[in-house]
Each structure stands twice: as structure tokens, then as C-alpha cells.
């Protein structure tokens, strides 16, 4: 079965600084991988996904992720964090389930930022 | 504009009592999805349905209940045998059908408390 882990539970930086977040998978196969963000009292929005292809992925808000094969990692970065990015934080594997996919989510890094 | 609609925002349930939590869909999206999050548990997976009138149990089934009459909405039953039913539950949905491992899109969760 897949598992996800984020060694961080919380982080705190100061605003302007970069920002790694690390995330550990475990699935058989290829993976495929997302980061997740969540707000106070809100739902999740995608910033990334990774399926195959170039390793070093795009996403929204300046959000970037690097998938390595040889470490299991799929660590979510940012250059220069904003106030505006202090949320909680999802890394998850994807697996097929017949024509679904079922998703395994780590527990979460809380990123907080400082002025 | 399309998304997903949760309701209600706060349920409050008596003991003994079963309660039904809304998720509707305007995506066209075939495969739905219903998670429980609890703090520093990250989100489990409670059920799935890949199509109408399918759905299969996911990690944390016991307690719960599923139907899915129509492709726009999966209502999940949270029934008295859920011994600890205070959480926040997220629903999301995901293309499904001939599409792999496409991401999730969430709604914005109902709290789920006891009285």
C-alpha cells in the first residue's frame, strides 16, 4: 500500500525567504504525486501534480516541486514566500481504483509566516 | 462557475442521531470522493464512487453510509454507530472514467460536531 509522510509538522520563515517543504512517498509503481493547500475552515486546492515527464514541476502561486526517483521525494519549494502562503500544506500519492483514484495523504506541514 | 458545493458549513448532532451531509457537483465529474480530517491525521478516505449508483468503502467505512442517484451528488449518512463523529469532512471529485489519476477538487467542508 502507498504512504506519504511529511517530517515537518510546523514550520515558521520570515516573509521573502524560500521555503522547502519535504515530502516522502512509498508506492510500488510509478507514483503520482500532488501538493495540496488548505486554508482555516477551507477545502484543498491543487498547486501541483506530477505524473510523468520532467521532474521539476510548475504550479500556481510561484510554487514549484522537484520529483526524485532515487530519494522517494517530491519536495514542494517557493523563492520568496508571502504572508498571504501561511496555510496547511498536502503532499499525496495517487493510485488507480478500477476508473477512480484514490488518494493517500500525508499529515500535513503548517507553515506559518513571520513579517 | 463550476465547482463543488458542500452543505451544511456546521452540523451539530445529538447522540444517537444520523445525519446527512450534502456534496453536489456542477463539474461533470464521474468519480466522487468523501474524506475525514482530524487534526495531525492528514485526510482518510471514508468512501468513493467511480459512477452512478457505484461506491465502494474506502480506509475508514464503519459508521457511515453512501449513496450516489445521481452523477451530480454523493450525500454522505454519518449514522450512530460512528463512535467519534466529530470532524471536519471534505468532499471532492475527480474526472474519473478513461482519465488516469486526473487530481481531486475539493469542496469547502462541513464541521461536524457533537452536542
Known amino acids: 500500500a502507498q504512504s506519504v509522510t511529511q517530517p515537518d509538522i510546523h514550520i515558521t520563515v520570515s516573509e521573502g525567504a524560500s521555503l522547502e517543504l519535504r515530502c516522502n512517498y512509498s508506492y510500488g509503481a510509478t507514483p503520482y504525486l500532488f501538493w495540496y493547500v488548505q486554508s482555516p475552515g477551507q477545502g484543498l486546492q491543487l498547486l501541483l501534480k506530477?505524473?510523468?515527464?520532467?521532474?521539476l514541476v510548475q504550479g500556481i502561486k510561484g510554487f514549484e516541486a522537484e520529483f526524485k526517483r532515487s530519494q522517494s521525494s517530491f519536495n514542494l519549494r517557493k523563492p520568496s514566500v508571502h504572508w498571504s502562503d501561511a496555510a496547511e500544506y498536502f503532499c499525496a500519492v495517487g493510485a488507480k481504483a478500477g476508473t477512480a483514484s484514490k488518494l493517500t495523504f500525508g499529515t500535513g506541514t503548517r507553515l506559518q509566516v513571520t513579517l | 462557475d463550476g465547482g463543488i458545493t458542500q452543505s451544511p458549513k456546521y452540523l451539530f448532532r445529538k447522540e444517537g442521531q444520523n445525519v446527512t451531509l450534502s456534496c453536489e457537483q456542477n463539474?461533470?465529474?464521474?468519480?466522487m470522493y468523501w474524506y475525514r480530517q482530524d487534526p495531525g491525521q492528514g485526510l482518510r478516505l471514508i468512501y468513493y464512487?467511480?459512477?452512478?449508483?457505484?461506491?465502494q468503502k474506502g480506509d475508514i467505512a464503519e459508521g457511515y453510509s453512501v449513496s450516489r442517484e445521481k452523477k451530480e451528488s454523493f450525500p454522505l449518512t454519518v449514522t450512530s454507530a460512528q463512535k467519534n463523529p466529530t470532524a471536519f469532512y471534505l468532499c471532492?471529485?475527480?474526472?474519473?472514467?478513461?482519465?488516469?489519476?486526473?487530481?481531486?477538487?475539493f469542496g469547502d467542508g462541513t464541521r461536524l460536531s457533537i452536542l
Open positions: 506530477y505524473f510523468s515527464g520532467d521532474t
Open positions: 463539474l461533470n465529474h464521474d468519480a
Open positions: 464512487s467511480q459512477i452512478v449508483n457505484d461506491f
Open positions: 471532492a471529485s475527480s474526472i474519473g472514467i478513461n482519465r488516469d489519476n486526473q487530481p481531486q477538487h
